[in-house]
C-alpha cells in the first residue's frame, strides 16, 4: 500500500475514533465510546483462527484491559483482546470499528 493510500485509510480510522470518543473524558472513556461502537457494528458471529485453533467470536466485552472478543470452540469459552485478535481473510462487516480501535491504541493495521 502506497504512502498515500495510508493516509486515506488513517484519515478514515482517525474519523471513526473521532465519532467513537467524541464526548469522552479521558482514556476509560474513549475505550468504552470503541467498545460501544464495536458492539454495535460488528457482524457477529465470526469464525477466525487464534493460535492453532478455529472459533467463533460469539460477542465482545470490556474488561479493565480493554475491549476482548468472546471466542466458542464447542462448549468451551475464552477471551481474546481485540487488539490482538486475528481477522479472517473475508472481515466480518462493522470490523472498521477493531481497525479504529487498534489506530486508537497506535497499533499499525494488520
Known sequence: MGARADSQVGARLDKLVQ???VHAHGEDEEIA?????V???LGMPFVTKVPGEEVKVIGVDLL?????AICARGSQRRTVGLLN???PTSAPGGAEWIHAYR???GLAPQ
Open 39 to 41: 458492539q454495535k457494528h
Open 103 to 105: 489506530h486508537w491504541a
Open 85 to 87: 485478535l486475528p481477522l
Open 33 to 37: 465510546g470503541l467498545f460501544a461502537k
Open 19 to 21: 465519532a467513537a470518543t
Open 64 to 68: 479493565v484491559g480493554g475491549i476482548v
